[in-house]
């Protein structure tokens, strides 16, 4: 089993919470660390909503959970049993015992709307991303450590972290199933969410969406592309996919400095495997000369920072990118309350930044700024910027990988 840096924290909030409810897409890996962390739990209890016989086992959710209230219940696909949130309040309520519930979902809108108003302030929300590269960064003997790890890291950029994706036998293998994949969310697991819009709408906009990835959200093109829906529709189908764990939307950062801000959101596939998949790029060569491997590669390191925030600051880390009408940019520019750091992200192995990047760094006042590449080691480009490979995300941030 590949170790995710997550399953600490994972462990520490169940040891102050009474329930944990870990978010993530499909497939990516929830199941496996929550049965993993059940292992290490004497006597947990691993009931998965899919499955006929254990939906019955919460026909009485109340006997149920007083039963086993000196266990730890694992409850999988907990979106698709909305009215269990009613019935967990009064039971955490009556036994507050920290790391007594583990619930796994796959819908974050769904859950967090179905779970703010009944678990208020007695469980702690975590999202497991796709598989990161500091998690799956193979070791390589010298002389041939970095050009070997440089090749990895393509493979993992072009495959994404969605599990059965990355550890796929062959790139064929690979695309089939990350097709398959949005195939079946399209047509299965939005409708099961109570999703009337027809499959094929849905399936038409996120390919269109993935041409859009790492650019400004451009509602009214879209709505164009579509037949000439309206905006506010558009706006509402890029809502779905958010909630379902397939696409991120990233806010421009608003500072009172005078200037005219871009006001639009960012919009980035959250595996770039899924997007690749979209895009009908199935492998590595392919990748390299296709029009959006620069806007792949900003979702590639966008995604690793945004995976990371949960673990900054105690979690108030927020990200944002900056970018103003005369030219000054910052790809990603992450508050923590404390400072902020900004990041330039450039798919090159000798990246160079321009004015707008140190016009953005002024105007911000960051405390430190990056630029993350496909590179193999770090170096200064001034007193307060450094050019960084990816693996180095987690150490300027501040967390243990």
């Not at 909503?49 to 039963?67: C, G, Q, T, V």
């Not at 590269?133 to 994404?160: C, K, Y």
């Not at 200037?259 to 390299?288: E, M, W």
């Not at 911000?364 to 990816?390: E, F, G, H, N």
Request: proline share 5%; glycine share 8%.
């Amino acid at each position: 089993m590949i170790k995710r840096i997550f399953s600490t924290e994972l462990q520490e909030r169940l040891s102050f919470y009474p329930g944990v409810v870990l978010l993530g897409a499909r497939q990516v890996g929830k199941s496996t660390l929550a049965q993993a962390v059940a292992a290490q739990t004497s006597g947990a209890v691993f009931l998965d909503l899919e499955l006929p016989a254990d939906r019955a086992k919460l026909d009485n959710p109340a006997a149920f959970f007083a039963a086993h209230r000196e266990r730890l219940v694992v409850i999988d696909e907990v979106q698709t049993m909305p009215d269990l949130f009613v019935q967990l309040r009064p039971e955490i309520d009556a036994d507050r015992r920290p790391g007594r519930f583990l619930l796994l979902g796959s819908a974050s809108g769904v859950l967090l709307r179905q779970s703010a108003e009944s678990l208020a302030g007695r469980v702690s929300y975590l999202e497991l991303p796709p598989l990161l590269w500091s998690e799956v960064q193979p070791e390589f003997p010298a002389p041939h450590d970095a050009t070997q790890n440089l090749l990895a890291l393509q493979d993992h950029w072009q495959r994404g972290g969605m599990p059965l994706s990355y550890l796929a036998k062959t790139d064929a293998q690979s695309l089939r199933w990350r097709n398959d994949y949005l195939q079946a969310v399209v047509r299965r697991d939005l409708p099961s969410l109570g999703i009337h819009i027809p499959s094929e709408t849905l399936w038409r906009f996120l390919r269109m969406l993935a041409h859009q990835h790492g650019q400004l959200f451009n509602a009214s093109a879209l709505a164009v592309a579509m037949g000439g829906i309206s905006h506010i529709t558009v706006g509402r189908y890029l809502d779905i996919f958010c909630d379902a764990l397939i696409v991120r939307k990233v806010e421009p950062y608003f500072v009172n400095l005078g200037k005219r801000l871009v006001k639009s959101p960012k919009v980035y596939f959250r595996d770039t495997g899924l997007l690749h998949g979209l895009l009908g790029i199935g492998n590595a060569q392919d990748l390299q000369g296709h029009p959006m491997s620069g806007y792949s590669w900003e979702g590639l390191v966008i995604n690793h920072i945004a995976a990371l925030l949960p673990l900054v600051a105690g979690g108030n880390a927020s990200l944002y990118f900056y970018r103003t009408a005369a030219g000054a940019e910052l790809d990603a520019v992450v508050d923590t309350g404390q400072e902020r750091i900004g990041f330039e992200i450039k798919l090159s192995d000798a990246p160079r930044v321009t004015k707008g990047f140190w016009n953005a760094c002024t105007d911000l006042q960051v405390s430190r700024a990056y630029v993350v590449a496909p590179v193999t080691s770090s170096w200064p480009l001034a007193d307060k910027a450094q050019v960084i490979p990816v693996l180095e995300v987690a150490k300027v941030l501040g967390v243990k990988a």
